[in-house]
């Protein structure tokens, strides 16, 4: 069975600062992999995803994550965090069901930015 | 930009009451998901449509929950009776022909009195 694994609850960082957020996963075949963000209240938008190819993707809102699949990881970056992202963040492992895939999500990283 | 609309986007009912959520998918999309999303916690399946008809519904407890997309495009999820325990969010997703993205809607946010 497939999981996702984010070891960190809570991060807190200072505006400007660099940001890594951990994912780790658990799939028998080639993973597709999915970030994304979630702000209070609100429903979830896609950061970025991974299917195949070039193994460090670009996403939306200047996010970048890399996948390692010697490590079973898809950890998502950011060089310079802004205020605005302050939100819920979550990795997703997609496989499929039926003609169509199924999500698992992690459980989030909640990210506080300090001014 | 079309988007996945839900309504209500906020519930309070009393425990043993019905409810009810509805979401329309984006215009197109085949492929239809209900997630329930517990506070601090990711997303769960609930449910899977393709068109009108149910592709897994293993999560979903059928004792009180009821999903149905009668004509393959909007789609209703049913609680009768509530449980205090089902006070979350709920997230309607769809997704588009071979695209691999679902697309989320802002959600209803239940609370069970």
């Known amino acids: 069975a497939q999981s996702v694994t984010q070891p960190d609850i809570h991060i807190t960082v200072s505006e400007g600062a660099s940001l890594e957020l951990r994912c780790n996963y658990s799939y028998g075949a080639t993973p597709y992999l999915f970030w994304y963000v979630q702000s209070p209240g609100q429903g979830l938008q896609l950061l970025l995803k991974?299917?195949?190819?070039?193994?460090l993707v670009q996403g939306i809102k200047g996010f970048e994550a890399e996948f390692k699949r010697s490590q079973s990881s898809f950890n998502l970056r950011k060089p310079s965090v802004h205020w605005s992202d302050a939100a819920e963040y979550f990795c997703?492992?997609?496989?499929?069901?039926?003609?169509?895939?199924?999500?698992?999500f992690g459980s989030g990283t909640q990210l506080t930015v300090l001014p | 930009e079309a988007e996945v609309a839900q309504s209500p986007r906020y519930k309070i009912t009393e425990k043993s009451q019905a409810v009810a959520f509805w979401c329309d998918p984006i215009s197109g999309h085949a492929t239809l998901y209900w997630y329930r999303q517990i506070l601090g916690q990711g997303p769960e399946l609930l449910v899977q449509f393709q068109d009108e008809s149910v592709v897994d519904d293993s999560q979903l407890p059928k004792d009180r929950f009821s999903a149905e997309r009668l004509k393959g495009v909007d789609s209703t999820l049913k609680i009768q009776p509530a449980e205090l325990g089902d006070s979350a969010m709920y997230l309607c997703?769809?997704?588009?022909?071979?695209?691999?993205?679902?697309?989320f809607g802002p959600g209803t946010r239940l609370l069970v009195l």
């Open positions: 991974y299917f195949s190819g070039d193994t």
């Open positions: 997703a492992v997609g496989y499929p069901s039926g003609s169509a895939r199924q999500l698992t």
């Open positions: 997703a769809s997704k588009g022909g071979t695209e691999e993205t679902q697309y």
